[in-house]
């Protein structure tokens, strides 16, 4: 250990190497490390989440003329409301 070599538990001598530099597996030539399976993940979530926000945007932007008429009805009842609590209140 003085010389700065890593033994796993069995005693084997662990190779000195960065955590991206790990290969997982080779398809025919081509090896895939630790490093690019990372990017690559992050890469693909990105892309899902880019996908459902364009997807949920585009669905918002459909339906605003509904969301926007809702809107109005629920503030023109809240308007009648204070009305009619105001009314109350002052015993009209």
């Not at 070599?5 to 081509?30: A, Q, R, S």
Request: hydrophobic residues 40%; charged residues 20%; glycine residues 6%.
């Amino acid at each position: 250990m003085s010389n700065g070599t890593k033994i796993d538990w069995d005693g084997n001598v662990v190779p000195e190497e960065k955590w991206y530099d790990k290969t997982l597996f080779t398809i025919k030539d081509f090896e895939v490390s630790t490093g690019l399976f990372a990017i690559g993940s992050a890469s693909f979530i990105i892309l899902i989440a880019g996908i459902t926000t364009a997807i949920c945007s585009f669905l918002a932007y459909r339906k605003r003329k509904l969301l926007a008429s809702q809107i109005r009805r629920v503030s023109q009842y809240a308007a009648r409301l204070s009305v009619k609590i105001r009314q109350s209140v002052n015993g009209s």
